[in-house]
């Protein structure tokens, strides 16, 4: 049975509820979801303030949110990186590049959905959508077997180095989308396979990535996603807290700047909850509570010591995402709360 999440102290459930029901006013008539009113939108947030309406119950809002991205869905499995609001289904497009880990989501996004609802029918009508996406981006493999970061919109490859923060995603995805065919008759084991392979080259060959360790995600989302299991995952996030966190506010989006951002500061809980730390998990969902809006919303970052909030008096809808899923991920609240922590690693 669903339940919404409640750690007292830390976020109750009505504040949940009104996190998403926040979310749920961003949606717009098409199913779209931005990131502030009028805000432009991309597929990767988007499905995370799907997932986040579906551990709140607002499932038919979460339903539309992914019927929109099948209704646009391009010919070769892709979505653009950016879209604004225009008209009945919102198809102006900001940014016309094809970001990888952008499209990929969608499969951790139907298959935490089918977790929360057990409804066939309707991720049966996703299933192709969620092939057509994964496919492409596997299309877009190095020799290696690693993803390019991004394309342009006709495929010419100007980037030619994947990400550690996006390989990561990725190869979740890819786990993802397979159990989705699992369940709806359409084994995909190469899917796993791909995954398999970016893990091992995640875990070994460092320097296979384009350089990122200025940003918080590139040290803790091999650990949230999987991709870095066990001691190695430990031993990675204590390595790097004294870089990124400022104890009792938050988790800085980069290394050289006390910008603390709640959404990093929620997913960094993911990772702990993944490898079950509760206690570090709930002490840094804990210190979001600066960030949090009386409507439910959460302001992107503050900079410290003045908590000058940067960028100047922005919400966004992907950080009260964030926040309810590393609620539900340390509560095992809803059914889709093992979607990153295993089970087994819940205490009895």
């Known amino acids: 049975m669903s339940r919404i999440p409640d750690l007292p102290g830390v976020i109750s459930s009505d504040e949940i509820v009104a996190s998403a029901e926040h979310l749920a006013g961003l949606q717009t008539d098409s199913g779209m979801i931005p990131w502030w009113p009028g805000g432009h939108c991309d597929a990767w947030n988007h499905v995370e303030s799907a997932m986040a309406l579906d551990v709140a119950g607002l499932?038919?809002?979460?339903?539309?949110?992914y019927e929109w991205l099948a209704d646009i869905q391009r010919p070769d499995g892709s979505w653009h990186n950016y879209y604004l609001p225009d008209g009945d289904r919102d198809m102006a497009v900001e940014d016309d590049k094809v970001d990888t880990n952008v499209v990929a989501y969608i499969a951790?996004?139907?298959?935490?959905?089918?977790?929360?609802?057990?409804?066939?029918?309707?991720?049966?009508?996703?299933?192709?959508?969620?092939?057509?996406?994964?496919?492409?981006?596997?299309?877009?493999?190095?020799?290696?077997?690693?993803?390019?970061?991004?394309?342009?919109?006709?495929?010419?490859?100007?980037?030619?180095?994947?990400?550690?923060?996006?390989?990561?995603?990725?190869?979740?995805?890819?786990?993802?989308?397979?159990?989705?065919?699992?369940?709806t008759g359409s084994p995909r084991p190469d899917w796993v396979d791909a995954a398999d392979r970016m893990c091992s080259l995640i875990a070994n060959e460092p320097l296979a990535f384009q350089p990122k360790t200025r940003w918080a995600m590139d040290w803790y989302y091999p650990v949230l996603t999987g991709a870095i299991?066990?001691?190695?995952?430990?031993?990675?996030?204590?390595?790097?807290?004294?870089?990124?966190?400022?104890?009792?506010?938050?988790?800085?989006?980069?290394?050289?700047?006390?910008?603390?951002?709640?959404?990093?500061?929620?997913?960094?809980?993911?990772?702990?909850?993944?490898?079950?730390e509760f206690a570090t998990a709930t002490d840094l969902l804990r210190w979001t509570r600066s960030h949090r809006c009386p409507d439910g919303s959460y302001l992107t970052g503050l900079v410290y010591p003045d908590k000058v909030v940067f960028p100047e008096g922005e919400t966004s809808s992907y950080t009260a995402a964030a926040v309810v899923l590393a609620a539900d991920a340390i509560a095992g609240a809803s059914p889709g709360s093992d979607l990153f922590v295993r089970s087994s690693l819940r205490p009895s």
């Open 59 to 65: 499932h038919r809002e979460a339903e539309r949110a």
């Open 229 to 276: 299991e066990g001691e190695a995952a430990k031993i990675r996030l204590a390595d790097g807290w004294p870089t990124f966190s400022m104890e009792g506010l938050g988790i800085r989006c980069v290394s050289d700047e006390p910008w603390i951002t709640a959404s990093e500061t929620a997913e960094a809980s993911l990772a702990y909850a993944s490898i079950g």
């Open 108 to 183: 951790t996004g139907v298959w935490h959905h089918w977790k929360c609802t057990s409804d066939r029918s309707f991720v049966d009508n996703l299933w192709p959508t969620v092939e057509r996406a994964l496919d492409h981006v596997l299309s877009l493999r190095k020799d290696d077997g690693l993803v390019l970061w991004a394309v342009e919109a006709d495929g010419t490859r100007r980037w030619d180095y994947a990400l550690l923060t996006g390989s990561s995603s990725i190869q979740h995805a890819l786990r993802c989308g397979a159990a989705v065919g699992l369940a």
